[in-house]
């Protein structure tokens, strides 16, 4: 159980275009959705978190015109990345907490975006 | 201080020991705490959680709970080659609203 699913798994882009990348909860709604970067060899950073129904909120020094989020269902959350440059290109990761109690966060197997 | 605190390694730990992976966390009310393995390359995945004060085993992992020391850890019996990885502690703040994630420590098991 507890699958989360990410698509696609890697983009290569020209300079410039709009990439989405879905995050979905197979077997469970998630109220809640998070949106993860991570340069190589570096830690996880979190960019943002996803309510359904609701505004995302962003983390300091998230440009949130760039990295536009929409949680419209329970089981679906996309982040799209704007005009999208070279300095973006990084492996991004959601992941997902069920509703109900105190439960962990379950991650996508992540997109690997290289802008050239 | 940052919020959750692990030495970032690498840890180097011949095969067939116990690896201990040590993981210290600066909100008092935090409730709940989580192990996430991550391979090189891939994204996380759960491998252990713990609520309550003590151990909590599960195969070959142990997780151990000290809520009056602040400390959280994961002891891995019998260390494989397979078990490499970057290994990340995570915390759920006493909000409730997220999971602090620690940097992660860099777990390598020599043959």
């Known amino acids: 159980g507890a699958v989360v699913s990410q698509h696609p798994s890697w983009v290569i882009c020209k300079s410039g275009t709009s990439v989405k990348i879905e995050c979905r909860s197979l077997?469970?709604?998630?109220?809640?959705m998070f949106w993860y970067r991570q340069f190589p060899k570096q830690s996880l950073m979190l960019m943002a978190t996803?309510?359904?129904?609701?505004?995302?909120?962003?983390e300091q020094g998230v440009e949130k015109d760039k990295f536009l989020i929409n949680h419209a269902s329970l089981t679906l959350s996309t982040l799209t990345v704007t005009s999208a440059h070279p300095e973006d290109s990084s492996f991004y990761i959601c992941?997902?907490?069920?509703?109900?109690?105190?439960?962990?966060?379950?991650f996508g197997d992540g997109t690997r975006l290289s802008i050239l | 201080q940052k919020e959750v605190e692990q030495n970032s390694g690498p840890l180097s730990v011949p095969e067939g020991a116990i690896a201990s992976l040590n993981c210290t966390y600066s909100?008092?009310?935090?409730?709940?705490f989580f192990w996430y393995r991550q391979y090189s390359g891939k994204s996380p995945e759960l491998i252990m959680f713990?609520?309550?004060?003590g151990d909590k085993e599960d195969g070959r992992f142990t997780a151990q709970l000290n809520k009056a020391s602040q400390y959280v850890s994961l002891l891995i019996r019998d260390s494989q080659p397979s078990d490499s990885a970057t290994y990340l502690c995570?915390?759920?703040?006493?909000?409730?609203?997220?999971?602090?994630f620690g940097s992660g420590t860099r777990l390598s098991i020599r043959p």
């Open positions: 992941s997902a907490r069920a509703t109900g109690g105190v439960q962990p966060q379950h």
């Open positions: 077997d469970f709604q998630a109220t809640t």
């Open positions: 996803s309510n359904e129904g609701s505004k995302a909120t962003y």
């Open positions: 909100d008092r009310g935090s409730q709940s």
């Open positions: 713990i609520y309550s004060n």
């Open positions: 995570a915390v759920v703040a006493s909000s409730a609203s997220k999971i602090i």
